[in-house]
């Protein structure tokens, strides 16, 4: 992914945090690689929000800058970081195409409309 990727990560646990960015790049990666063109600037923080108390703890929160200037944030809390970075993920692709589709019925609509008035 050609796109930077800024990493916070503050986990309280004994993860290791290369390990953890390595993930990290590697599911955004997988899911931001159909919308490559579309993306700016990813940031990725994470934390253990219990800490050593254990539960659900870990959280996972991703902003993603795209080209035109808007942003998606998504975020997913799980029992292990490397869960929480792959809901997070998964929030984010979903997230992503439904922006997509979104501008597509636009340009569509502003077509249509635009040919009914020249007609």
Do not use: Q
């Amino acid at each position: 992914m050609n796109s930077p990727i800024d990493f916070v990560i503050r986990p309280e646990g004994s993860t290791d945090p290369a390990a953890l960015r390595e993930y990290a790049e590697r599911r955004l990666a997988f899911a931001l690689r159909r919308f490559e063109l579309l993306t700016r600037h990813v940031t990725v923080r994470l934390t253990d929000t219990n800490g050593p108390k254990g539960g659900f703890d870990s959280r996972c929160s991703i902003t993603l800058r795209l080209v035109d200037g808007r942003y998606i944030d998504v975020e997913a809390v799980g029992a292990w970081p490397f869960a929480s970075i792959t809901g997070a993920a998964k929030r984010l692709n979903s997230a992503v195409r439904r922006e997509v589709a979104k501008a597509h019925v636009s340009t569509r609509r502003r077509r249509r409309i635009s040919a009914d008035v020249s007609v």
